[in-house]
């Protein structure tokens, strides 16, 4: 793997450890320990959102708003797509056969198995953002919405994931086999 990936996988695994502190550390005590809405991987309701935003307070949802919706989870998605998106081009590219494909097959198969991730992360912070500043109102059909977006983000970053892993494993076993 080239040192730029190396570097980019690097970059977004510290961007993730500094995100996971910050709800650790500042957010989920603030709190009184609850979560998070987007690190709830099986969803959430309008009353823990609505629990959550109250625990927050004003002090804390700027915060929250300027930290993390509009730092650290402003950059996060991009980057772990950027991340995910080269390893997987560059393990495929160990394989003789995606090798053998159209230049362009090689760019949207990997883009095509990392954007979903990144559609529903972005589209996850914006409604939680515009919930927190009251642009919409938290009610049962934004907060679903929003739940859906947090499920569909976790499911396509496992499947993201999964994908690399069997990639490398055939590229392993590709290795051994030459």
Known sequence: MSIQTKALIALAIVWFAAMAGMHAFWFEPMTGGL???????????????????????????????????????????????AALFFAMRETLGRLPRFRLLPRW???????????????FDVLENGLVAD?????????????GLSSAYTVLKWTFIVLAFSALLVFRLAAARQSRGS
């Open 105 to 119: 097959t090689q760019i949207v198969v990997p883009l095509a198995l990392v954007t979903p991730y990144g559609l």
């Open 35 to 81: 979560r998070a809405p987007d690190s709830r991987l099986l969803g959430y309701t309008a009353e823990d959102f609505a629990a959550w935003q109250a625990a927050l307070g004003a002090g804390g949802q700027a915060a929250f708003l300027r930290w993390h919706s509009g730092f650290a989870d402003l950059v996060f998605p991009w980057l772990l797509m």
């Open 131 to 143: 919930m927190l500043t009251g642009a919409v109102p938290v009610n049962d059909a934004s907060v």
